[in-house]
């Protein structure tokens, strides 16, 4: 049998078995898990990229089969899913109905398997939406208080962007008589610009949602800190890049490829300001969830930007960026997540001092968070230096003013996630937290581990990148394994920057380690300079409320002034809208995909007579 | 080689070098403890200058050199000059400021301040007058820059080795003996 | 070029930037003290600070990341130095100059200071959390108009490299001060806050934040961060020289460029108060960001 | 003479009032008013102060330890913003048995003049809230205030002079012998 084939049933079969395996015993669907995601990686390295699946359903001619762009993502697909499996294990050890978890957790990934498969609009449209399904299900998977309504801001978003998908892939059918996605691309030229435009931009809606660009990013934030940490680490590192994965398809190869790169700048324009008012959102978040949530709106701003700008290194960047976004995002989530599990919650304010109880998932946190905020050596920097290369080789200045202050503005959440939950004076609520078990650390340690070797040697990253962005229709991709290069030939070598920091690094190490040894000596967290007042047992001088009050106090026009009523006229919309839907929306999944099928129906008697 | 390092002479050197560095920067922390706190104002500013000879103001006692006693000591803040003190790094140095912290001064029958400093912690210099005045503080400072070239200014020494007697002091005034052990 | 060549070029450059930029603070201290009317310490006196603070015979530390924190700090000042060039044309002092360009700077030059934010926060003490907040925040505040003046340069010239904005002012004989003076403007505005002087010293505040991070640092740690210090300093006077003040031919050239350019934040900082945070942030926001704007857009133009 | 008609009406308006649960009312001198009260209706004089009289403000509350009387005199001293009049109402209260009303809810400030009380007279305030020590710390022994704290016995018992101080001893006497001027009888008693 066809790898492709294998690796959908591996996972849509497994799901199922899985359901069967958790009812039977927990231990058997735990290690069934483990072995469904190893194997689902081992099979799509086996997958030739040149292999192609058609099948014949019901008069429609279906494809399946990567290609190169298509393959970077499920690249990171494969390396994230076994890693967030893994890490699920322990991490939702105890939960109820896990077999239902699980069956929705395999259910997604084999989802964005077949997403980046598909070769046609329907059978990206079906597995889109197994996606945003199965998903959904896991966001209101904890039953939480308040989930209802985030759940169905999800939906609401996630629907609006199925219909817009729905009523483009109608318009396809109807303009160009095939569902082809390949077709589109070689046809997209042939189209009128009425068609060129609404198709386009109603699939840049369709995949904006689940890239969370501006307008449509309400659901995110809420979305990624219900889910439990585990599936969060995919939903934010893996699925949000199927969003990017169409996007790209939509703005390079529908328009630029053809011509039209207004589309994409205005796509940019989107991508900055959601960068920016992601990171100023991020910043006076006082959960670590919602705080991540929310810098991930933020980075995926900047994936958009790189994407609407379309110069060569500016998607290069992108796609780089997308990658280590699912890693270090992934790695963040599973630290959080970590903490939650071992701590018991995740509010700054409460959370204290636990690196010396949780050094491990520290270190990765550490890493993952310099990847975050840019800073060399970590990969991150190669990503926003690529970008921020492309956009000023390419004279977008206030589109580079804006990512630098949303890059800078990152440093402050970035420097809050470290503080908040693992420095700052000890505390003995957490005197007893143990780092978390080995499964969850091992996860987010490799994929630090890839961090901190992409940013010296980024070439093995680039290598795949380069392929895919040859299959994206750009031409002499050089690259070299740890020079970056513009297009106005400065470069930046990062063995020297490596080499530079970590020689100094470390002679000093020694030297500060050496110095007066024996005079040397820990003294602990409460030990610290209170003017003299001797702190008593119960006291904690933490700093953990109003962390950036000034900086607020300080941005507080911006939150006044434009956003807050661009935010309000929505909002309120949207609610008013919300208790409009409501009445159709009876919580009840088996009415929404009557509603989703009458849809369908009713847009495939119509298509005829409108166009 | 082994035979240089562990000469005398040069570990004489070395260690002359150290004080030599160690006198010529004094930072003193800034903690007023009474009323002497006023003198100190005068002596760092442009009238008399302290920075001059090397001697300035340190926010923290992990950075500080010199705890400048300014006066009369309650009992209450006596347990935080001690923290504060045992908190500074060696070496260290304890400047007694104004006739109360030498016998009690106007305070010597007061219930709540001690009246002899280097019963609880020791004392490198004493400079009297009630208040002393600015010229007295720098004559105190270069005394201890003195006894601290000439390597006698050991009163931290002193106090690590004979930390018992310090502590039965100590404890003899403050009752309830709350602070966190000291690990030296 | 043989490695051992560049090795003594670099500790060279490492020494002198240490040397230099410790003198520079001498003279700050001397300058500041003869403006308020008082003798002042000797130049040398922070040599004997460092000294001092080498030879402490006790040190604490709260964890392992503060033990690390100085280092992250030398490991940026250090590192930045070498990306920048010092000397024009000179095969001898190239150091890495080649291998880097503004935007790693830009990103290198932060390395540090948040590093040594994660060792003051693991102290425990609520001092140095709420500097840390306030330097970051103000950080925001500086770095839109430095951006934004290092971009207006950077596109009117059409590279991103330090080497050939020397090039070219050399060759040119001019300063690009004069060729792009709002952004150069903006640039000079923005210097107190980058070097953390009044009014801009809201993260030290040693009134009110008992100097703030570095509050629990004694000792060597101490010491550790003044050598770093003092390098950073040399290395972010000679960026601005380079970008904008026609680089240097010699040594001493840089010396004299950087030294009096120093002076620019120093005496402003001496008949200055201190801001509060969201008024430094606005500030900054103020007339930089006008002179930036304005450097930007001719640049694009 | 100054004009004291704004003075003698405080009192007239009192009196006219509180009748006799006023007692010893007198114009101590210019702008000055002392007037003595129960402890039963002492919130009530301070009330009708504030709210009908117009002395907004409470400068200070001091204690008199009148041992010999076996009671404490304690004084409250209020001020009237526009009048320029500062109000003096005392009470006494039992020695032995030191117990007054609080009156924090009146003026906020009181608070702190009476925990300094409680701690250094030993006078409880009925549900006076707050941590009970404020200047000292840790203290067990008579309240140091009081009269028949001996202080410099206690000064004895627990710090030790350096020898060669010279006037470790009775000041007073010390000051009155150089000058030949003669200490009353109660003075030598009470005179540290």
Known sequence: MNTLVLLLILFFGGGLITYFAYKISKIIGDILIALIGLTGAYLFFQIDIHSLVSIKLAGLRLGL??????????????????????????????????????????????????????????????????????????????????????????????????????????????????????????????????????????????????????????????????????????????????????????????????????????????????????????????????????????????????????????????????????????????????????????????????????????????????ALAGIPPIAGFIGKWMLYESLITDGHVWLVVLLFLASTAGFLYSYRILFGLFLGQEEDDYKDVKEAPVLMTIPMLLMALFLVVAGTLPGFVFKPIAQSMEALGFADITYQMSILTNSWGDMVDMTYVAMALGVTFVVFLIVITLVNRRGTRYVTTKDIHTAGEPPSEDDNYHFALDFFKPFERAIAPVFKYSMTRIYNVIGRGVEDFFQFVRRFYTGNAQTYALYVVIFFAILLLLAKQIF | MNYVLNDRESAKIVEFIKNFARKNSLWVLAYGTGCGAIEIPPTMTSRYDAERFSVRGAATPRQADVLLITGYLSVKTLKRVIRSYEQMQDPKYVIGFGSCTINGGMYWDSYNTIKQLDLYIPVDVYINGCMPRPEAVLAGFAKLQELIGRGQANGWRHYKENLEWYRQNQRKLIKNWKMPDYNW | MTFWQTLGAVLLTILIAFISGLFYMGIRRKVIARIQNRYGPPLHQNFLDVMKLWSKESNIHHGIMQHLAPLWMIAMGVSTLLFIPIVYNSTFWANFTFKGDLILLLYLMVFGSLGFALGAGQTGNPNSAIGVTRGLSQMVGFEIPWVMALIAVMIQYKTTSLTDLVAWQQQHHTWIAFQQPFAFLAALLVIPAMFRYSPYDIVIAPSELASGPPSEFGGKYMGLMMSSGSIFMFAKLALIVDIFLGGATSWLWMIIKTLSLYMIPVLWSAINPRYRTEQAIWSLWRWPLIFAVLGLIIASV | MADLTYENKVILEMREHFRDKIIETRVQRERRVVMRTSKDNIESVLLFLKEKMGFLHLSHIGCVDWMEENRFEIVYILWHPQEKINVLVKVDIDRLNPVAPNIDYIWPQANTYEREMREMFGIEFEGLVGPRELILEDWDDLPPMRRDFDTLHYVMENYSFRSGREDAQNVREVIANRTGEEIPEFAKKYSR
């Open chain 1, 65 to 370: 089969g990567f290609n190169g762009f298509s393959w970077i993502f499920g690249l990171l697909v494969a390396i994230l899913s076994p890693l967030a499996l893994i890490y699920s294990i322990p991490y939702m050890k105890g939960r109820e109905r896990l077999e239902w978890f699980y069956m929705l957790f395999l259910f997604v990934i084999g989802a964005m398997f077949g997403i980046l498969m598909a070769r046609d609009w329907v059978s990206l449209f079906v597995f889109w939406e197994i996606m945003t399904w199965s998903s959904y299900l896991i966001v209101i998977y904890s039953r939480g208080k308040g989930l209802d309504k985030v759940g169905l801001k999800y939906i609401f978003f996630s629907a609006v962007g199925a219909y817009s998908l729905l009523t483009a892939i109608v318009l396809i059918g109807a303009t160009i008589k095939s569902l082809y996605i390949g077709d589109l691309i070689n046809f997209f030229g042939v189209l009128s610009l009425k068609n060129q435009l609404l198709i386009g931009i109603l699939l840049i809606i369709g995949f904006g949602v689940k890239a969370a660009v501006m307008p449509l990013h309400v659901w995110a934030p809420d979305a990624y800190s219900s889910a439990p940490m585990s599936f969060t680490s995919l939903f934010s590192g893996a699925m949000s890049k199927m969003g990017i994965y169409g996007l790209i398809l939509v703005v390079i190869n529908m328009y630029l490829n053809h011509g039209i790169s207004s589309v994409g700048h205005w796509l940019a324009w989107f991508g900055a300001i959601t960068a920016v008012m992601g990171t100023f959102y991020a910043i006076i978040q006082d959960d670590a969830k919602k705080l991540l949530a929310w810098s991930s709106v933020a980075q995926l701003g900047y994936i958009v930007t790189g994407i609407g700008v379309g110069t060569k290194l500016a998607v290069f960047a992108a796609i780089f960026l997308a990658l280590l976004h699912g890693a270090f995002k992934g790695t963040l989530f599973m630290a959080v997540g970590a903490v939650e599990r071992q701590a018991g919650t995740t509010k700054f304010s409460e959370l204290r001092a636990l690196i010396r109880k949780m050094p491990y998932t520290f270190i990765s946190t550490l890493i993952a968070v310099i």
